[in-house]
């Protein structure tokens, strides 16, 4: 079983940054592809960032230029550093994890993120 554990988010005006971790209980040399994902009240989820093993990276149009996923291996961590942040990106975020010989995504418990005025 993996476990994955976000962190870091809260209530930040707008204009403002947070930076979310997601820790993983094992290796993510092991996970081909790690991403962030997030839903506000009333809509699907949908996808943010994601990078990859060899370190290759894709955001939604919507967060392209104001954020940033990175990984620190050594920690077995995820970041997604958050800039110039708006009202729209106010979700909860959760964090996800996917390799191939694995028979099943695995996800975070989520973590809050506010944006007011």
């Known amino acids: 079983q993996v476990q994955l554990v976000e962190s870091g988010g809260g209530l930040v005006q707008v204009g403002g940054s947070l930076r979310l971790s997601c820790a993983a209980s094992?290796?993510?040399?092991?996970?081909?592809?790690m991403g962030w994902y997030r839903q506000a009240p009333g809509k699907q989820r949908e996808l943010v960032a994601t990078?990859?093993?060899?370190?290759?990276?894709n955001y939604v149009d919507s967060v392209k230029g104001r954020f940033t996923i990175s990984r620190e291996n050594a920690k077995n961590t995820v970041y997604l550093q958050m800039n110039s942040l708006k009202p729209e990106d106010t979700a909860v975020y959760y964090c996800?994890?996917?390799?191939?010989?694995?028979?099943?995504?695995?996800w975070g418990q989520g973590t809050q993120v506010t944006v007011s005025s």
């Open positions: 094992v290796s993510i040399f092991s996970i081909n592809v």
């Open positions: 996800n994890a996917r390799a191939t010989r694995w028979d099943r995504d695995y």
């Open positions: 990078i990859t093993s060899g370190g290759s990276r």
